[in-house]
Each structure stands twice: as structure tokens, then as C-alpha cells.
């Protein structure tokens, strides 16, 4: 059972307005804080935490620091210093987008495409899913055997032979409880742009449901002791 929970129910039920200011805010603070250990660090404790930390990246990192270093095969001058900030940049860039795909699903923002061109739509719905088909991929390699896996893929590939289309839900209008959402996420912002980029962090576990979910699982965990 997890320690934090952000109640992924709750966060289906927001706004896809706020899931676009959400996910535009979280680039921008990966971006502007680019480097800083402490929300590196904070990312990787919250992934351990939540037991989705990406170990098959842990391989990509390696990759890119040994062809970082292969010029001094050459003889030539490696700086260390601007490699080692390098990787930390890149990896708070890929464990933050996989911290973020923890609350949210890129195929919700497909409403707010509705206007624009059915290819497009159609090409931002698979780059969209491809986190939620990985998941699914990996969940299913677990618990089928590989011979139903194989047959669950020939099944998949016929039953794709015609143009998919993406079923688009209509836009609700917003609500009192879409505000405070927004209110909350932008104070959260200016917070951690402001004073530390690990307020941040906290945002989504500081919701109505995680702080329930929290407080049942350190409940259940103290009873049990």
C-alpha cells in the first residue's frame, strides 16, 4: 500500500482546464529550477514512495553521461562540472514528467483539441497514450502468461485496422470547486518560485482526497502496530 496518495478519482474529476494550467505550470517550474538538487531529490523520494520510480531511465542517464565522457578518448577537455549538471537537468526533467503522469492523463486534454483538425487530434491522441499503454503493457506482462499476451496483441493489431477515432467528451463549464483548484495551484506556483521548489512537490498530496487517503493508510498502519 502506498504512504502518500493523491486519489486518482479526485483528480479525474477536475477540470481539463486545470489539468492544462497544471501540467503548463509544472513545465515551466522544471524548467526554471532546472538543477536544483533538493527537487531532484524530492522527486525520487516521492517515486520510491509511490513505488513507480523508473529504473529502466536510470539506464538512459547512464547512456548519455558515457557518450558525454567518450570525447576524452580523443584527448579532448571534458568539463565534469557542466556534465554532472547536465544529467541532474535532464533527470528532474524525466522523473518530474513521470511524477506528473502520476495524477494525470494526457488523453484528457483531448477535449480542448475539439476545433482543431481530425489529424491532429489523431496524432496528439497516441503521443498522449503512449504513458498509459506502457503501464498497461507492463501491468499485463505480470499477470497473463506470454502465450495470451501474444494472442492479446494479434487481437489488438486486427481489431485496429480501421482509422481509430477518439471519443471526445463535451466540455463542462466550470464550477466553484474548479477555482479553488486553480487558486490553489497558482498559489502553490508562486510559492515554490518563491521559496523552494519542494512546495511544489506537495501540491497534489495537500487535496481534499490525498489528505483523506493519507490518513487512512497511517490509521490502518497504526492499528495494525
Same mark, same amino acid.
Given at each position: 500500500?502506498?504512504?502518500?496518495?493523491?486519489?486518482?478519482?479526485?483528480?479525474?474529476?477536475?477540470?481539463?482546464?486545470?489539468?492544462?494550467?497544471?501540467?503548463?505550470?509544472?513545465?515551466?517550474?522544471?524548467?526554471?529550477?532546472?538543477?536544483?538538487?533538493?527537487?531532484?531529490?524530492? $522527486?525520487?523520494? /516521492? %517515486?520510491? #514512495?509511490? @513505488? *513507480? &520510480? =523508473?529504473?529502466?531511465?536510470?539506464?538512459?542517464?547512464? !547512456?548519455?553521461? +558515457?557518450?558525454?565522457?567518450?570525447?576524452?578518448?580523443?584527448?579532448?577537455?571534458?568539463?565534469?562540472?557542466?556534465?554532472?549538471?547536465?544529467?541532474?537537468?535532464?533527470?528532474?526533467?524525466?522523473?518530474?514528467?513521470?511524477?506528473?503522469?502520476?495524477?494525470?492523463? $494526457?488523453?484528457? /486534454? %483531448?477535449? #480542448?483539441? @475539439? *476545433? &482543431? =483538425?481530425?489529424?491532429?487530434?489523431?496524432?496528439?491522441? !497516441?503521443?498522449? +497514450?503512449?504513458?498509459?499503454?506502457?503501464?498497461?503493457?507492463?501491468?499485463?506482462?505480470?499477470?497473463?502468461?506470454?502465450?495470451?499476451?501474444?494472442?492479446?496483441?494479434?487481437?489488438?493489431?486486427?481489431?485496429?485496422?480501421?482509422?481509430?477515432?477518439?471519443?471526445?467528451?463535451?466540455?463542462?463549464?466550470?464550477?466553484?470547486?474548479?477555482?479553488?483548484?486553480?487558486?490553489?495551484?497558482?498559489?502553490?506556483?508562486?510559492?515554490?518560485?518563491?521559496?523552494?521548489?519542494?512546495?511544489?512537490?506537495?501540491?497534489?498530496?495537500?487535496?481534499?482526497?490525498?489528505?483523506?487517503?493519507?490518513?487512512?493508510?497511517?490509521?490502518?498502519?497504526?492499528?495494525?502496530?
Amino acid at each position: 500500500m502506498r504512504f502518500l496518495s493523491s486519489n486518482e478519482a479526485d483528480w479525474e474529476r477536475r477540470h481539463t482546464v486545470t489539468l492544462l494550467f497544471f501540467l503548463l505550470v509544472h513545465l515551466y517550474v522544471l524548467i526554471h529550477v532546472n538543477g536544483s538538487l533538493s527537487l531532484l531529490a524530492g $522527486l525520487v523520494l /516521492l %517515486l520510491l #514512495l509511490e @513505488r *513507480r &520510480f =523508473p529504473v529502466a531511465m536510470l539506464g538512459l542517464l547512464v !547512456a548519455f553521461a +558515457l557518450i558525454s565522457l567518450a570525447p576524452i578518448l580523443l584527448q579532448w577537455d571534458v568539463s565534469i562540472r557542466a556534465l554532472s549538471d547536465q544529467i541532474v537537468r535532464l533527470a528532474t526533467f524525466l522523473f518530474g514528467m513521470v511524477w506528473a503522469s502520476r495524477f494525470m492523463r $494526457l488523453e484528457r /486534454l %483531448l477535449p #480542448l483539441l @475539439r *476545433r &482543431f =483538425p481530425q489529424s491532429t487530434r489523431l496524432l496528439y491522441g !497516441a503521443w498522449a +497514450l503512449v504513458p498509459s499503454m506502457e503501464r498497461a503493457i507492463r501491468l499485463s506482462l505480470r499477470s497473463h502468461q506470454r502465450q495470451d499476451w501474444r494472442e492479446a496483441i494479434v487481437v489488438g493489431i486486427d481489431s485496429q485496422r480501421r482509422e481509430p477515432v477518439y471519443a471526445l467528451p463535451r466540455l463542462r463549464s466550470f464550477q466553484g470547486d474548479d477555482l479553488v483548484h486553480l487558486f490553489i495551484l497558482f498559489s502553490c506556483f508562486v510559492a515554490a518560485l518563491k521559496w523552494s521548489p519542494l512546495i511544489w512537490l506537495l501540491y497534489p498530496y495537500l487535496t481534499k482526497g490525498g489528505v483523506r487517503d493519507a490518513l487512512v493508510i497511517l490509521r490502518a498502519r497504526t492499528s495494525a502496530n
